[in-house]
């Protein structure tokens, strides 16, 4: 019989925060039998980039939040784009740089205050080399920065955040760069286990919700948490930028105090969120436009920090078997002798 393929319409987040995962010459063997087109990095590591060069993936790459206070020097973004992303070019698709994660939802004025400057720096040096058409510029925020987001329509940015989050609103309609979101509908079911329905955020059938004010109907979260930072870019004057998801996903395991992360679970939200976007299917209130979305994670990564849940977001553990079924398996290129530390020898 005839294996039925899915060509993959997501991208994935792969994050290397442990010390036991495979080299990125087999990691790009499994992306590539999984048929996914889109991966997301937190820095640009450049022997993950090589291993990927002429394998038609595309790429997000970061600058650490540790970075933005040299980014903000246009002789440093510019240096720092020669060295990590030019070498690169155009053998390995790299489309869009984030510069910072999660920055506005932290507690670093100071940062904050860093975070559109080094973004301009960045995007003036792409202009000066010649690669703005092709590379992007934005920055990942996480659901934080929203005050309010129920009913989505009625979704606003935190007051306290307006300085930084109009100007760049602005930034990103001028060079037409996406707003990037981290969306986890698992946080507010763990937080809330008797209120939030499961069925609700694991896109299970269920009664949903009505948006008094636009009527139209939800019937999953994550939903509602896109048309919420919708609205709140609306109230902000635009209608111009495109938001993506730049995280989302559901743990397999957590501490006894962290409600749903069980396999099980992980398996409906990640494999019902896939089926959800093979029907390309948009938002409530945006139903022609299929969101672009990265699942986190990869692999489980042993060394992440926090609770249990951290470290088990991955669709993979580290030797390439599935944490569960979300029907379909890669392939994990066994390893050759020797082959991870003969930088020569990459398994084909």
């Not at 070019?89 to 510069?99: E, F, S």
């Not at 609700?200 to 919700?209: E, H, K, R, T």
């Not at 396999?263 to 436009?289: C, D, F, H, I, Q």
């Amino acid at each position: 019989s005839a294996v039925h393929v899915l060509s993959l319409s997501f991208g994935i987040n792969y994050g290397q925060i442990a010390n036991n995962l495979p080299s990125p010459s087999r990691v790009s063997v499994l992306l590539q039998t999984l048929n996914v087109s889109r991966v997301k990095l937190y820095d640009a590591d450049p022997n993950v980039l090589q291993a990927f060069s002429n394998s038609q993936v595309d790429f997000i790459i970061g600058l650490g939040n540790e970075t933005l206070q040299n980014m903000k020097d246009p002789l440093k973004a510019q240096a720092w784009i020669q060295q990590h992303v030019q070498p690169h070019l155009p053998q390995t698709k790299i489309t869009c740089i984030t510069v910072g994660n999660e920055i506005l939802g932290g507690s670093d004025a100071q940062l904050m205050s860093y975070l559109l400057p080094a973004m301009q720096s960045v995007y003036e040096a792409l202009v000066d080399l010649g690669l703005s058409k092709q590379v992007t510029v934005t920055t990942a925020h996480s659901l934080t920065i929203l005050g309010d987001s129920y009913p989505p329509s009625s979704g606003r940015f935190r007051q306290d955040l307006a300085e930084y989050i109009q100007p760049i609103l602005s930034f990103l309609a001028q060079v037409n760069s996406p707003f990037l979101i981290n969306a986890y509908p698992y946080f507010a079911y763990k937080d809330n286990p008797g209120e939030v329905p499961l069925e609700y955020v694991l896109f299970q059938p269920n009664s949903g919700m009505v948006d008094s004010v636009t009527n139209l109907h939800y019937d999953n979260m994550l939903d509602a948490q896109i048309d919420a930072v919708y609205a709140a870019i609306k109230a902000m004057g635009h209608t111009d930028v495109e938001v993506r998801i730049s995280e989302t996903g559901w743990p397999s395991k957590g501490d006894p105090n962290e409600a749903g992360a069980t396999p099980e679970n992980a398996g409906l939200y990640n494999g019902n969120l896939m089926r959800k976007l093979e029907e390309r299917k948009g938002t409530p209130a945006k139903p022609s436009v299929p969101i672009e979305m990265y699942v986190f994670a990869l692999f489980n990564e042993d060394l992440k920090p926090g609770p249990a849940s951290e470290r088990n977001y991955g669709l993979y553990y580290p030797d390439g078997t599935p944490v569960y079924d979300i029907g379909f398996k890669g392939y994990l290129p066994q390893l050759t002798f020797s082959a991870d530390s003969n930088k020569n020898n990459v398994s084909k």
